[in-house]
């Protein structure tokens, strides 16, 4: 188990899923490289778990395809792809100790009492509980449980695992200790992993890359940096991270901001109103507007909110719309900061101004 | 402001200083006698209609028919075979009666509990209905039905099944179906309440590591629906072992149980010394069971639950 098993990439083609007359999943792509570790990211009712239960077999798609490597999977029943997965509640089995929870995989498998013993006593190392495989279930701590569901879902060698939010019921403090060592694990083990989550933050840490979806769709897929730093549509921008959206006024490819163009890196639409999106951590106190080149914008501080290492300020422009600043609270930053109520000029790199359509 | 200066921390020192104690032990004094308070009508009535009958049913039970103190009705159920017989009748039909409604029950509650909620509703309504019609007008109604020339024996006599109408009721098969069809509910309803709070993500689990739909219903859902079983047993045959109505119809006086022997003494001979000494050795055996089941079932669930 120490060796990195030969993880094969899955492909999703066209999944379509319908729930009466309900589209769950509408025509869905997915590519998951060798080894990679992909979260789906998304609000409830976005179609994330729902696109997980499709690749575990539990839930039958109207059409489309998986494969596993060259193998066509979606018409085989869950228990023959040998595929590991760690339940939301963990599902581990009431009625058995750990050692049988764990072992339960290898039993179907046929494997022989002495390899059972051995792999069992390494995926319980793997996942740091040695001794535990005697507890009972209803022994154990919510991140205990969570450990022995992963070590049930990896005792096996599976060539693919995949994780339904399974750190939503711990702790805070857990969940990032959980999050970092799920990770570590990942690059040890080295299998194909698709991971569900709903929290932006844990999807950020954790994945290799990310698809955000929205009503069955993927919105965009990308690693977690240019997820962040490059939103492709005014979903994606507001779901992951906070957000400022700034209206801006698009004319032949060059976004305008009261009359000043806006520069940035993202493609900018023909014609129309959008949204400039800026992060409250990248926008900056301007002494003033310098010449015509430059993102600025001016307004007047309506409230600075005290956050112990930081502070966001909010101005309103001068179009009404409100614009967010946050930084650390360190002296020369707070030196240049007006007061609530007097004017202020804020200003955005280009490389951290992205402009997305507006959605309808 | 500038006159008085009081410190409040010193009074609060001062006049707390037990830190209400007394006024705290009283309110939870009073909460309890309160909660006593509301429950004593129904305590009494309970104490009443159930505490009181069955002690004098035992105090009955300890006189003869002179009215004198003793052992005498105890004695007949050792010396009287036909008691003996009867009480093995009972737990004959109460066993056969627990077993069918198991093997009917456990596949029927199994299906309510995977089907839609909406399918599953109509049909618990379907083993529900029977539960509103009187015992009395079921028994009667499969007295028709299984009897020589009822609707069972023509059918299977027109299909060239049978050259012969098959002794139905009147026997002791009779009592098996009378009964079953009664108690069947009582075995399903605690079942499927247990079933249905097995989580999908069990079987799913199951399934997922590796475990076939056959593997995964008996080494996950069967040990997880135990628990509910065994009260559904429970409910069911300790019922079967005081019913009286359709052993009595159905079994045309040839099936005698412990209820029937009960009626037999009490309006017949008008021995309610002996009657009650019935009573006393039914509620006794019931507690016996009740604790046995309860044992053995505990080290039956954990043994499926259990350990390496």
Known sequence: MSVVLSAPPISIRKIVKRFGSQDVLKDLDLNVAPGEFLTLLGPSGSGKTTLLMILAGFVRANSGSIKIGPDEVITMPPHKRNIGMVFQNYALFPHMNVFNNIAFPLKQRRVDKATIARQVEQALHQVQLDGYADRRVDQLSGGQRQRVALARAIVFEPRIVLMDEPLSALDKSLREHMQIELRSLHRRLGMTTVYVTHDQREAITMSDRIAVMNNGCIEQLDKPEILYSTPKTQFVAGFIGESNFTPVDCRDGVAWYEGRQIETRSQVPHAGQHWLVSRPEKVRVADGVNGDRGNFFTGSVREIVYQGDSFICYATLRDGQVMALRDYCRSDVLSRLPAAGEPIHLRIDAEDAAIVQAES | ?308
């Open chain 2, 1 to 308: 402001m500038t006159a008085v200066v009081t410190d409040p921390g010193k009074r609060v020192d001062d006049d707390s200083g037990e830190l209400n104690v007394a006024v705290l032990k009283r309110n939870a004094r009073n909460e309890v006698w309160g909660l006593l308070g509301l429950c004593s009508p129904s305590l009494f009535l309970v104490g009443l209609i159930i505490i009181l009958p069955v002690g004098w049913l035992f105090w009955l039970s300890l006189y003869d028919e002179n009215g004198m103190l003793s052992f005498v009705n105890y004695e007949r159920f050792v010396e009287q075979s036909s008691y003996v017989k009867t009480f093995v009748t009972t737990f004959e039909v109460s066993f056969g009666v627990t077993a069918i409604c198991i093997l009917l029950g456990y596949p029927l509650a199994y299906m309510l509990s995977q089907i839609p909620r909406r399918a599953a509703s109509i049909c618990m309504i379907l083993v529900i209905l029977p539960f509103w019609t009187s015992v009395l007008v079921r028994t009667y109604a499969w007295l028709v039905i299984l009897q020589r020339k009822g609707l069972v024996n023509d059918w299977l006599i027109d299909l060239g099944i049978i050259n012969q109408p098959l002794a139905l009721v009147n026997n002791f098969t009779g009592v098996l179906i009378g009964m079953t069809h009664i108690m069947l509910p009582f075995l399903v309803l605690p079942l499927y309440a247990s079933m249905k709070s097995i989580s999908a993500d069990y079987q799913r689990a199951g399934m997922n590591l590796g475990a076939g739909p056959v593997a995964t219903f008996w080494q996950i859902f069967f040990p997880l629906s135990l628990p509910g079983l065994a009260a559904g047993v429970v409910i069911t045959f300790v019922l079967c072992l005081g019913f009286f109505v359709t052993p009595a119809l159905m079994g045309g006086g040839k099936v005698i149980m412990w209820a029937m022997r009960m009626q037999q003494t009490t309006s017949l001979y008008a021995n309610w010394g002996a009657g009650s000494a019935l009573g006393v050795l039914l509620l006794a055996v019931t507690f016996g069971l009740l604790g046995f089941f309860n044992w053995l079932l505990r080290g039956q669930i954990k043994a499926a639950w259990g350990g390496k």
